[in-house]
């Protein structure tokens, strides 16, 4: 009981030590100010890792994210800049970021069709629309940047009740996520396909419908997430929402949710898994450590993470 009880604090834990490491050497690091900045500059991975959170739980994965936040910002700047068709002028911002939600979506039903219906492997089906998706972002900007309207970073900068626009959207997602698992029979069916599909068949649970909601989730989180992040950025480059699917399945399980599905949560979970990454790239830039030791260092502390998780937790969700 004490092992498990230590498995579901991880996160925490580790979060509070390397937080207060930083922050013991940097005085710049434990100012209000600072801690804002992380929620904002963390605030689209917590969005997309919390759709990534509901497929994981079902032991998928969704590979595309990435591709889906980089097609969606692209078709929405080239509609804000004009251009998408002969004789069509601007489109305006407002709308243009509006119609970002229905590409996450639309991509989320494709994989779910493939995934669900046609019962192809998660991972390859995922893989082959992240493709598929930055092939056509790439074609939509013809691989070349595109500099956005001041009102994209005016909704970046935004600030509603002094709160920055970008962490209320993340928080609110985190809540509704959290909410829908932990609270009503969607999110217990979730879990128990997770868990054991085969128990969840025989007990009347359809999965193909499960499966369904969870990956148009996962797309509409993806699409959300590239909103706030071109809200930032300002611009979208070829490079946009490249290897951000690999910053969301890292949040996600540094925040204990299983690779093996079953067991994890959006709150606290992957909120701090999310938050505590960014927060060691944030400590090593403000102790000026090497920048091409971060990847090493933030590889290192999430295996350590993920180690000390399966240590605590044994070995139920080990699947031949």
Not at 164 to 183: D, E, F, H, I, K
Not at 229 to 253: C, D, K, T, W
Not at 300 to 308: E, K, M, R, S, T
């Amino acid at each position: 009981m004490p092992l498990r009880m230590a498995a579901r604090h991880v996160p925490i834990v580790l979060f509070v030590l390397v937080y207060g490491a930083f922050a013991a050497v940097s005085p710049t690091f434990r100012t209000p100010a600072n801690a804002v900045n992380l929620l904002v500059q963390s605030s689209s991975t917590v969005i997309v890792a919390t759709g990534m959170t509901f497929v994981m739980l079902t032991a998928g994965i969704d590979l595309s994210v990435g591709a889906v936040m980089f097609l969606s910002a692209a078709l929405a700047g080239r509609l804000v800049l004009g251009g998408w068709a002969e004789g069509v002028g601007p489109v305006p911002v407002w709308a243009a970021t509006l119609l970002m939600l229905p590409m996450g979506v639309a991509f989320g039903s494709l994989n779910a069709l493939l995934v669900a219906r046609l019962r192809l492997m998660p991972f390859l089906v995922t893989l082959a629309t992240l493709f598929i998706g930055r092939g056509l972002a790439l074609r939509v900007t013809q691989t070349r940047a595109l500099n956005l309207p001041d009102a994209f970073l005016a909704i970046g900068s935004a600030r509603v009740a002094g709160v920055p626009l970008p962490v209320l959207l993340s928080v609110a997602t985190v809540l509704v996520g959290q909410l829908v698992l932990a609270r009503t029979p969607f999110g217990r069916q979730v879990y128990a396909l997770g868990d054991n599909p085969d128990a969840a068949r025989k007990a009347g649970l359809r999965p193909g419908r499960l499966l369904t909601a969870v990956y148009v989730i996962s797309g509409l989180c993806a699409a959300l997430g590239g909103i706030v992040s071109v809200a930032q950025l300002g611009a979208v480059s070829p490079s946009f929402g490249n290897q951000r699917e690999f910053a969301a399945i890292a949040a996600a399980v540094v925040g204990g949710t299983s690779l093996f599905g079953g067991r994890g949560s959006v709150f606290p979970g992957t909120f701090l898994g999310a938050v505590f990454i960014q927060t060691i790239e944030a400590g090593l830039n403000v102790t000026n450590a090497d920048p091409y030791s971060y990847p090493v260092v933030i590889g290192c502390i999430i295996f350590a993470a993920v180690a000390i998780e399966r240590g605590t937790s044994g070995t139920r969700h080990v699947r031949p």
